[in-house]
């Protein structure tokens, strides 16, 4: 059983959660504990002879878990020779051997790395006729019967709430069955498919009946992203558009989650709502610009009613009255405004983000795709190269996959036609050439792009890097392509950070000895690019830490293109006059292959550029609603204390 004192939540604090939570410092401890109760009754089932029946879930969530399960085998002997499993879904229609297939998936990930007997192995078939499907789903859920149920089902959730496949609208005896995928799964999945297009609609699940008769429940759930359905299953009410919530009323179902998918828990989130907290400036400050977000005032209109009327009254107590608490936020928040990001030249920097000294430093601004920089911070990009600091930019990956087939068949028939036109004679060349545009015109879905084809891919990428760089008035001796090693397996599936890519950032930060690092600060999905490039950065900078340069280098996170520190965070916020918003969208439209239908579009319809318009302006509003001044777009920042 997984131990309640890892968390130390008491139940009181807890009050408002309707279903056991365990909270985990990361998914990597949480898969591990998971891990070892799973082993644990593999183990007492050997015991009994008896079989050890289990529901699995696939997807990114239960990696980490089926990674320490084959160790556990590996090196600790675990057998799984009385294992059954029955896997939740599969895509319909599906190939086994296919990318995507979950048959293959479990095979890679679990099945083919331990000792489980492969008539053991049960997956919904995802070739079935269409007729076939009812009676081969009566049978499946038969199976599991004549075994006596599943003794523990592992479970992902969807950003929906769905468990299985059984989305928002699902029934709570529903049965296992062939099922509509919602558009917002099939959005997630499409990164796998290359693009919505060519993602399944359907797929066969087990029902939720079973999954609430099985003995045991365990939810896992990581990264912010899937924090807001995390508190809906958990603190909301039993709704079949949460199917998650139905896990309310199992009688042994956990969830186990990291703390970013934990954040909007009541107990994380208001810690002042649960119990009486040690204000901290941290706490004060989220909790008062929270307070007048929620009541619509200006941070000086607080009254002392205002917070006694919102579980504040402690606070009051502490250090009220509200006009001293008022006060002493705003003038925190007005001392995060800056147009000066890289300080403020012979001004008084002491309730400045930056320091004023030395005047021109020396910057580093890291993007993790090609567009990151412009993106999210372009407009303070420019304000830094305008204030005459020495800025460089370093594109830590070649962002390839991004670049849709029609575009790489574009440039590498161009290059074939310019060869042409003037007579360039390169065997070579025009071999490469012409071998990606044969293998384009023919690519089948999910096929992984040949080299040539990703070099193509790349350099389109980096022209365009390189446009918007100069845009802003860049020297190439301040563009760095560090092309990171991790990135180039031309599939969404990255190597984890490595001693290569480490060398890489620190060889650059040793050359450079920059005053100020800027970085994208990603750290909701464990999985992406983003969290691997900041690893790779944080890990040079540890490194790096005792050289005396260092000791005057500052680093600064800014957000990636899906969303922005949360008010309370931000430590330097840069405005933008409308001007300067248009001139960021000019730079932004210098990334052309990321017009107009992108490869990875994700459930966000909105172009790069809008995104950016739109999140820079929300930034500006919530200043304005909070009783600050009213700027048109406004970028932010966190520092990160190394
Ligand atoms: C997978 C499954 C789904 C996933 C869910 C979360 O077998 O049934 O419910 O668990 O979509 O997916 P990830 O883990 O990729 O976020």
Not at 312 to 338: C, E, R, V, W
């Amino acid at each position: 059983m997984l131990k309640s004192k890892i968390d130390r939540a008491t139940s009181f604090e807890k009050r408002f959660e309707n279903i056991g939570t365990i909270v985990f410092e990361n998914s990597a401890m949480a898969s591990k504990e998971v891990a070892n109760e799973i082993a644990a009754l593999i183990k007492v089932k050997q015991s009994q002879k008896q079989p050890c029946i289990l529901g699995l879930a696939t997807g990114s969530t239960p990696k980490g878990l089926y990674a320490e399960l084959v160790r556990l085998h590996k090196e600790e002997g675990l057998s799984f020779k009385n294992v059954v499993s029955f896997n939740l879904d599969e895509y319909y229609p599906m190939e086994p051997d296919s990318v995507n297939s979950y048959v293959r998936f479990m095979n890679e990930l679990l099945f083919k790395q331990v000792d489980i007997l492969p008539e053991n192995i049960h997956i919904p078939d995802g070739q079935l006729s269409k007729e076939e499907i009812a009676e081969y789903c009566n049978k499946y859920e038969a199976k599991i019967e004549a075994l006596g149920g599943i003794d523990l089902q592992v479970l992902g959730i969807g950003g929906n709430g769905h468990i299985g496949f059984n989305e928002s609208g699902s029934l709570q005896n529903s049965k296992t069955r062939l099922v509509a995928l919602d558009h917002i799964t099939r959005v997630a999945a499409s990164k796998d498919f290359s693009g919505l297009s060519n993602t399944p609609r359907t797929a066969i699940t087990l029902g939720v009946k079973k999954i609430m008769e099985a003995k045991r429940v365990i939810l896992m759930a990581w990264g912010e992203g899937k924090s807001n359905i995390i508190r809906e299953s958990v603190e909301g009410e039993v709704t079949n558009q949460v199917p998650a919530s139905f896990l309310q009323e199992h009688n042994n179902a956990v969830f186990v989650i990291d703390k970013a998918a934990a954040s909007k828990l009541t107990r994380i989130n208001t810690p002042w709502l649960v119990e009486k907290i040690a204000w901290t400036d941290k706490m004060v400050r989220k909790a008062v610009l929270g307070l007048a977000l929620h009541l619509k005032k200006p941070i000086l209109m607080l009254t002392d009613a205002d917070y006694i009327e919102n579980g504040m009254s402690d606070l009051l107590a502490d250090s009220g009255p509200a006009y001293d608490i008022n006060i002493n936020i705003f003038n925190k928040i007005q001392h995060t405004i800056t147009g000066w990001p890289g300080g403020k030249p012979n001004a008084d920097d002491s309730s400045r983000p930056e320091r004023a000294k030395p005047a021109k430093k020396r910057v580093i601004i890291f993007s993790p795709h090609p567009d990151d920089d412009i993106i999210s911070m372009g407009g303070t990009f420019k304000r830094l190269y305008e204030q005459g600091h020495e800025v460089h930019v370093a594109y830590q990956t070649t962002g390839d996959i991004a670049v849709s087939d029609d575009e790489a068949l574009r440039f590498a028939s161009f290059v074939c036609d310019f060869n042409d036109k003037f007579r360039i004679q390169s065997a070579e060349a025009d071999k490469i050439h012409r071998k990606a545009i044969k293998f384009l015109e023919k690519k089948k879905n999910s096929e992984i792009d040949t080299p040539e084809v990703r070099n193509i891919k790349g350099l389109i990428r980096k022209g365009e890097a390189r446009a918007a760089s100069h845009f802003i008035g860049l020297p190439d001796e301040q563009i760095h392509f560090m092309e990171l090693p991790f990135y180039n397996t031309g599939t969404i599936e990255k190597k984890p950070v490595g001693e290569e890519d480490i060398k890489l950032i620190m060889n650059l930060i040793e050359k450079i000895k920059p005053h100020q690092i800027y970085a994208a600060g990603d750290l909701a999905d464990p999985h992406d690019t983003h969290k691997v490039c900041l690893d790779a950065i944080f890990e040079s900078v540890k490194r790096l830490k005792s050289k005396t340069y260092m000791k005057e280098c500052w680093v600064w996170l800014y957000r990636g293109a899906w969303q922005e520190w949360g008010i309370d965070e931000i430590e330097m916020a840069v405005p933008m006059s409308p001007d300067q918003v248009l001139e960021k969208r000019h730079g932004i439209f210098k990334h052309q292959s990321q017009k107009d239908g992108v490869v990875f579009q994700g459930s966000d319809s909105r172009e790069f550029w809008q995104r950016a318009e739109d999140r820079n302006k929300e930034t500006a509003d919530l200043y304005d609603q909070l009783g600050l001044s009213h700027y048109a777009a406004m970028e932010a920042f966190v520092r990160w204390m190394y």
